[in-house]
Nanobody
Framework: QVQLVESGGGLVQAGGSLRLSCVAS????????MGWFRQAPGKEREFVAA????????YYADSVKGRFTISRDNAKNTVYLQMNNLKPEDTAVYYC?????????????????WGQGTQVTVSS
């Protein structure tokens, strides 16, 4: 059974940093791109960042570009999201997902397996 488990969320002041981790189990995803999405209360889920299977290509939403960094360690079946200079508008539940279908990296419909999410709250 495939399982994605996110961790690293929490409460942080504006300007602070957090590092999210997502560990996959049940199968290896070393040949799949992976991504991070987030969903704030009352809003739709939105794309945050994605990384190619080898880690050489990354994509970011404009809202996080220059502040967030996505990376992966295929030996550990883990993807990370380093978040710096956090802002209150970054408050959301963050989800990692495995990209299983062709299409744009920022489209949630191209991802299949999803984690349960980790809460990130940024206070002003």
């Amino acid at each position: 059974q495939v399982q994605l488990v996110e961790s690293g969320g929490g409460l942080v002041q504006a300007g602070g940093s957090l590092r999210l981790s997502c560990v996959a189990s049940g199968r290896t995803f070393s040949t799949n791109a992976m991504g991070w999405f987030r969903q704030a209360p009352g809003k739709e889920r939105e794309f945050v960042a994605a990384i190619s299977w080898g880690g050489g290509i990354t994509y970011y939403a404009d809202s996080v570009k220059g502040r967030f960094t996505i990376s992966r360690d295929n030996a550990k079946n883990t993807v990370y999201l380093q978040m710096n200079n956090l802002k209150p508008e970054d408050t959301a539940v963050y989800y990692c997902a495995v990209k299983m279908y062709s299409g744009s990296f920022d489209r949630s419909g191209t991802y299949n397996y999803w984690g349960q999410g980790t809460q990130v709250t940024v206070s002003s």
